[in-house]
């Protein structure tokens, strides 16, 4: 079945790159996603790839997707106290026909000062 | 428009009441999602909306949640008889049905059932 795993811890300096990785199962996944959640707060889309291609960049974003491992990272380059969050990485198993979205269990990412 | 919003934000109940949450989703989306997250969990996909039409719903929703979208726009999630277990956030995402179809989720709605 589908499923998407990602390391559930990550602490880095402030200044420093923070990379946070996912694997998923599904080959057949068109769209992968990263979103952020602060505490108690909803889920903020930070930015998605598709599965044609290697690399998007986004201002402070970087994201690297290996289709053949089926693993995807999120680069955060000088990464700020602002960014503590948990990160999730989904997936999207219709290819957008319907979409609904096969979370991971989220890396929490502490960035200390 | 302020993105999808969410009434109540937080709901504590009795086992066995009756609960109803309400989403707003952005106005000119034609999907909308409903997902559940418990502690320490991404969220997980219970049923979604193409305009009024209810055309999925996950194993997870059991029988005693049904969900409504009368008019493709605002929808309501209702559980019935609740148990301690459906204890959660309750989140609301919508989406338009082309290119990415990236999803925008609503602050959610957290339900205590005691």
Redesign the interface.
Same mark, same amino acid.
């Given at each position: 079945g589908e499923d998407?795993e990602q390391s559930l811890f990550l602490s880095v300096r402030e200044g420093d790159s923070s990379v946070i990785n996912c694997t998923y199962t599904d080959s057949s996944s068109t &769209?992968l &996603?990263w &979103?952020k959640q602060e505490p108690g707060? +909803?889920?903020?889309?930070l930015t &998605?790839i #598709?599965s044609n291609m290697d690399m998007k960049q986004d201002q402070r974003l970087t994201v690297l997707l290996n289709k053949k491992d089926k693993h995807l990272s999120l680069r955060i380059a000088d990464t700020q106290t602002g960014d503590s969050a948990i990160y #999730?990485c989904?997936e999207?198993i219709y290819g +957008?026909s319907?979409?609904?979205?096969? #979370? +991971?269990?989220?890396t929490k990412l502490s960035v200390k000062p | 428009d302020t993105g999808v919003s969410q009434d109540p934000r937080h709901k504590i109940t009795k086992r066995g009441q009756n609960v109803t949450f309400r989403c707003d989703p952005i106005s000119e989306h034609n999907r909308l999602y409903w997902y559940r997250q418990t502690l320490g969990q991404g969220p997980e996909f219970l049923t979604y909306f193409q305009n009024e039409a209810q055309l999925e719903k996950s194993r997870l929703l059991s029988d005693r949640f049904s969900a409504e979208r009368p008019k493709g726009s605002f929808s309501t999630l209702e559980i019935q008889r609740t148990e301690q277990g459906d204890s959660a956030m309750y989140l609301c995402a919508s989406s338009l049905a082309s290119g990415a179809n990236e999803q925008f989720f609503g602050p959610g709605t957290r339900l205590t059932v005691l």
């Open positions: 998407v &769209y &996603y &979103y707060a +909803g889920l903020q889309l &998605y #598709f #999730f989904a999207s +957008g319907q979409g609904n979205l096969i #979370f +991971g269990k989220g | -």
